[in-house]
């Protein structure tokens, strides 16, 4: 039970330090120092310690977005497998309910964005809700196919009936899954998380009238999601593994890490897609995960 358990909390607790990690990968492919680990809890307790500056033209949404996201994420990661242990709250069908909490937590954040009643967050909103659009099928498909070949509607059996190797199936999802990851968490080439131009935010430009703790809880809760994503992946690419609890959780953890140096370093050698190429980008993704799912009902292993 406890190790059941030590999943959510290591990602509650550990998922900011992800995102240190990615930055201090791409300071050190810069040639740079760059930033401590940790940079990303200092930012964070920085923001909660601030007061939040709040437009009068908004309504409570504006004020509750913030946290009602952060909310449905937390729920979202209770059902993501770690290590070669069962998810904390694990049904069948659970993976349906992950993906449409983390797309609830995303209407939210487009909600608050559209109540300031700015035409350049009402932009970047409308962004977003595309590719959440193209993202959604791509997403499914992959996890379908995995569903498919393990036998199980649940995240926690996929991880555990999945048949150790990788085969083509596989092989599609994951890259079906690493596109989703990327464009979903708003990194290169989909999105630069760092940039503030106005013709190319996604992301960033739906948060930019958000200040202080709210901004804390959509920053925490944006590397929740990260983790949440990279969870994903790596329960299809690790599934199948027979190791002890503590190695599982060991493995799992160094994997993640892995996940975050790879992120850091595409981050430093891509270039940013025109918004036009995007849709392109996704339905490559969407293309890869039906074919995924082809493959593996044709029997191709």
């Known amino acids: 039970m406890i190790a059941r358990i030590l999943g959510p909390i290591l990602a509650i607790l550990l998922a900011p330090l992800l995102q240190g990690l990615i930055n201090r990968t791409k300071a050190l492919m810069a040639g740079r120092c760059g930033a401590p680990l940790a940079q990303p809890y200092f930012d964070l307790l920085r923001l909660i310690k601030k007061g939040a500056v709040i437009s009068p033209t908004t309504t409570r949404i504006f004020g509750l977005a913030p946290a009602a996201g952060l909310a449905l994420t937390l729920v979202a990661a209770l059902m993501l497998p770690f290590g070669n ?7 069948a069908g659970d ?3 992950l993906c449409y909490l983390l797309g609830c937590a995303r209407f939210l954040t487009v909600l608050a964005a559209l109540d300031t009643g700015s035409s350049f967050e009402g932009l970047g909103a409308s962004r977003e809700m595309l590719l959440g659009t193209l993202a959604e099928p791509a997403i499914f ?21 999945l048949i150790a190797g990788l ?11 690493a596109m989703v990851l990327l464009a979903e968490n708003s990194r290169l080439p989909v999105d630069d998380p760092t940039t503030h131009l106005e013709l190319t935010m996604i992301h960033e430009v739906m948060v930019l009238d958000h200040s202080g703790p709210d901004l ?17 992946f790596m329960s299809l690419a690790l599934g199948g593994l ?12 160094i994997a993640t890490a892995l996940a975050g140096l790879a992120i850091g370093l595409l981050e430093s050698t891509l270039a940013r897609l025109s918004l036009k190429r995007l849709p392109y980008f996704m339905a490559v993704a969407i ?5 995924s799912l082809i493959v593996q009902v044709g029997g191709i292993r």
């Open 242 to 253: 027979t190791l002890p609890t503590w190695l599982g959780l060991i493995v799992w953890l």
């Open 141 to 161: 498909l992959a996890l379908g196919a995995a569903a498919y070949q393990s036998s199980s509607l649940s995240l926690s059996g996929m991880n555990r009936h």
């Open 216 to 232: 804390a809880l959509i920053e925490y809760a944006a590397s929740l999601k990260l983790w949440i994503f990279i969870g994903l």
């Open 287 to 291: 293309a890869l995960g039906a074919f």
């Open 95 to 97: 993976f349906i309910l």
């Open 167 to 177: 085969s083509p199936a596989m092989l599609l999802s994951l890259s079906a899954i």
């Open 85 to 91: 242990q069962p998810a904390a709250l694990s049904f």
